[in-house]
């Protein structure tokens, strides 16, 4: 069966640090990956998709960047954190449905 | 085009009652409509599914029913238990492998 893993669980950051979050999927081959994040209380916004290794696709420009190195890992990272990346942030992958990982919450302070 | 209007954003139900949520879409291409529910602090998980050849699909206490010529879609829970208390999101796509269009959410509380 197919399993999705997030790590960390939760993070708390000083404003202006780097940030590294990884995801990675287990029992599947050539997923679509994504990453969406979620403030408090709100909706899903998506932030990077991808089709394939190396293949990334950005919907919303921020301080955000996404790699994709293997198949079935998703890495998002950023230089510089702002007290606006603070959030849930999801990985999901899909070959027909998507699925969603356990997310990381991520506190900028 | 591509937006999923989702309501009400909150519903509050007392138990054993019918929770009843709505999504609109205008992308006629949509063709593959999943419902996903949320507990505070996890990920989504997917709920139920429909495509467009069928106007309802149950699942236990799920149903989806679905109005083509009005692009609507909606969620009912019947018999609404506390343990269902968590924000459902709809969500559309071209395909069930293309990316998704994701709703608001919508918040619900079922009252003991």
């Known amino acids: 069966s197919q399993t999705i893993h997030q790590w960390p669980a939760t993070l708390v950051q000083p404003v202006g640090s780097p940030l590294s979050l990884e995801c990675t999927v287990e029992?599947?081959?050539?997923?679509?990956l994504y990453w969406y994040r979620q403030a408090a209380g709100r909706g899903l916004q998506l932030l990077f998709y991808?089709?394939?290794?190396?293949?990334i696709s950005s919907e919303v420009p921020q301080n955000l960047s996404a790699s994709r190195p293997q198949d079935r890992q998703f890495i998002l990272s950023s230089k510089k954190l702002l007290l606006s990346d603070s959030g849930f942030y999801l990985c999901?992958?899909?070959?027909?449905?998507?699925?969603f990982g356990p997310g990381t919450r991520l506190t900028v302070l | 085009q591509q937006q999923v209007k989702q309501s009400p954003q909150s519903l509050i139900v007392q138990k054993g009652g019918i929770s009843i949520i709505n999504c609109a879409y205008e992308?006629?291409?949509?063709?593959?409509f999943p419902w996903y529910q949320q507990f505070p602090g996890k990920g989504p998980a997917l709920l139920i599914a429909?495509?467009?050849?069928?106007s309802e699909k149950k699942e236990g206490r799920f149903t989806i029913s679905f109005n083509k010529s009005a692009k609507q879609f909606s969620l009912h829970i019947m018999d609404s238990q506390p343990g269902d208390s968590a924000t459902y999101f709809c969500?559309?796509?071209?395909?069930?492998?293309?990316?998704?269009?994701f709703g608001e959410g919508t918040q619900l509380t079922v009252n003991p």
């Open positions: 029992g599947t081959s050539n997923p679509n």
């Open positions: 991808s089709v394939g290794i190396g293949q």
């Open positions: 969500a559309a796509s071209p395909t069930s492998g293309s990316r998704l269009t």
């Open positions: 992308n006629t291409a949509f063709d593959y």
């Open positions: 999901a992958w899909q070959n027909n449905e998507q699925f």
């Open positions: 429909i495509r467009p050849d069928v």
